[in-house]
């Protein structure tokens, strides 16, 4: 299982109460994982520094990302790219890339191994529901979706609703550094498994964005009788029973 993965299915679950009637004094956690585009490896080793979660380093070159991957030390630092050949996937992870993020029209499938890395696929554009439920059965670890910007509609929310419903992937949304609390409490409620920022978000910004996720509400438990579209706890949490800091077999 790659680190990307076991990191969303952390952040998917909920803070268990301390026991005991002693006040136990924690920073909040962040609602969704925090990612950053890095051009080059000078902007990964930043990323590193910066409380950072997950970074997409945007470099092709073989030996340019295994010099990023290496300076990122145990985060989910991953490859970015506009296509992906199954020659580039093995070069991508043996250089060390945890998994790769490549588009859904430019991804061979040959290039899609999870016994060697992660993979992220990004989608543009309208699927059919057929399509969709077909994605669920590849064991992607995440989707990377474009937020864009402008206000979100409800239309919009329906419709990344129904992507993480019927992949059952938790999403990786692109958004930009002036995103709001409540938008990124919509975003959580309706599958987002964290957002990643561009390349050249300045650190401030960066520090910015990862005090509003953690001021975003808490999932409320609702009643058995109401529906819930809040599907991101049931995409990571239902079922997990083994100890996410546990290696599986294999894992460096």
């Known amino acids: 299982m790659s680190k990307l993965k076991k990191a969303i299915e952390r952040a998917g679950k909920r803070e268990s109460s301390p026991m005991g009637f002693r006040r136990v004094e924690q920073e909040k956690r962040r609602a ?31 030996g340019k990302a295994a010099t990023a991957f290496a300076a990122l030390g145990d985060l989910a630092a991953g490859a970015i790219v506009n296509e992906l050949s ?20 430019a991804t061979a499938a040959t290039a899609v191994d999870t016994n060697r890395s992660g993979h992220v696929i990004s989608l543009d554009g309208e699927f059919d529901d057929a399509t969709l439920r077909a994605l669920a059965t590849i064991g992607l670890d995440a989707l990377l979706i474009d937020r864009g910007s402008g206000p979100l509609t409800l239309q919009a929310q329906a419709k990344l609703v129904r992507i993480a419903q019927l992949t059952a ?9 002036s995103i709001a609390v409540d938008e990124l409490r919509v975003l959580r409620d309706s599958g987002g498994g964290g957002v990643i920022l561009p390349a050249g978000t300045a650190a401030s910004d960066i520090e910015a ?12 438990k ?26 599986d077999p294999g894992d460096e």
């Open 32 to 62: 969704m994982l925090l990612g950053l585009v890095a051009n080059d490896e000078k902007e990964a080793s930043k990323a590193a520094k910066l409380g950072i979660d997950v970074v997409l380093v945007a470099v092709n070159d073989g």
């Open 86 to 105: 199954n020659e580039d996937a093995v070069k991508l992870a043996v250089a060390g890339a945890d998994f790769i993020a490549s588009p859904f029209g």
């Open 169 to 177: 992937t938790p999403l990786l949304l692109q958004v930009e550094p």
């Open 209 to 220: 964005v990862s005090e509003r996720l953690r001021e975003v509400p808490d999932i409320r």
């Open 222 to 247: 609702r009643d058995s009788s109401s529906s819930n579209i809040a599907v991101l706890p049931s995409l990571l949490g239902g079922g997990h029973e083994h100890d996410d800091d546990e290696d």
